[in-house]
């Protein structure tokens, strides 16, 4: 059987290269024959990904950062025969990699493949795209387009949150409308929603503690209130993973939901901009096969 090796040479201020040669090793103690694909655009890891579910190969690994990642998850979903996913996280938040307790180290992430120990991770579906981290809906979610990649190299993650916290001064609420797994679970004004697969949300590994990376939920917040005196409440539960207990936040799981607003909005899909609502989202359980740590 052979192994897929996608490297986006420009992630990782360019690291992935640096690791090819190892990387070929690795997969060269279990596969009869290695294939290298390089991106060179947006999309060409999904194609390439997409490529590796003809049944002729056991493993995909990928090097690149969250956008690469988000590709190689929409071209292995609901393929028939999918080889096992590993990557290498180089990417500036890497939520995915943190729910999954992938070393953000390169060397101890090309390690795992040694053990391969696998495990079948959920995944969300959107209309015909796919996500593993969050859907986000909000000023605060759309602040984030606004982050250049300056600020993302020089600040990581912290650049998301200093952004976010300039829409503070604008803050408008909305009336939302949720409904999750067919039943109306939200109709009132909020400030932004979040749905996570996972605990880990920009950075933050406690967002959503009780989320498992296999639990086939959609952890759903619903901030309601934005005062400077009730986001002082938050930011300490927001640490601890306490936020499903905050009152100034809603909290459901659902299978599937189904969200519209009273004004124009736009739902962030895996930290990109997605489609306008109205959306319905899923979630399909244990969809992808990650290579994973023994401990997980």
Aim: proline share 4%; glycine share 6%; hydrophobic share 40%.
């Amino acid at each position: 059987m052979r192994a897929m090796l996608i490297i986006n040479p420009s992630s990782g201020k360019e690291k992935a290269m640096d690791y090819e040669e190892r990387a070929v090793g690795i997969l060269g103690k279990r596969h009869d024959l290695v294939v290298i694909r390089y991106t060179e655009k947006a999309g060409d890891a999904a194609k390439f990904a997409a490529e590796a579910c003809d049944g002729t190969y056991k493993t995909l690994l990928a090097m690149g950062g969250d956008g690469t990642i988000n590709e190689c998850v929409n071209g292995l979903a609901e393929k028939k025969q999918k080889p096992a996913f590993a990557f290498v996280p180089l990417g500036t938040v890497n939520d995915f990699a943190r729910a999954l307790q992938i070393p953000k180290k390169p060397k101890e992430a090309l390690a795992l493949l040694e053990d391969y120990h696998t495990k079948r991770v959920d995944i969300g579906k959107l209309g015909d795209r796919y996500f593993m981290n969050v859907l986000a809906v909000g000023i605060i979610a759309e602040a984030v387009y606004d982050v250049t990649p300056e600020e993302k190299s020089k600040y990581g993650h912290f650049a998301y949150l200093m952004e976010g916290a300039k829409a503070f001064r604008n803050k408008t609420p909305f009336q939302l409308q949720i409904e999750v797994d067919g039943k109306e679970a939200y109709h009132d004004k909020a400030y932004m929603m979040l749905a996570a697969m996972t605990n880990s949300v920009a950075g933050f590994e406690k967002f959503a503690e009780q989320a498992e990376v296999d639990d086939h939920q959609l952890h759903i917040f619903l901030l309601k209130d934005l005062s400077i005196s009730k986001a002082v409440s938050i930011i300490p539960d927001l640490f601890k993973g306490n936020l499903d207990s905050n009152e100034q936040v809603a909290y459901f799981k659902a299978k599937s939901i189904r969200v519209k607003a009273d004004t124009e909005l736009v739902v962030n899909i895996d930290g990109d901009e997605g489609v306008p609502l109205p959306f319905q989202a899923e979630v399909l359980p244990e969809e992808i096969q990650v290579i994973v740590p023994k401990q997980l």
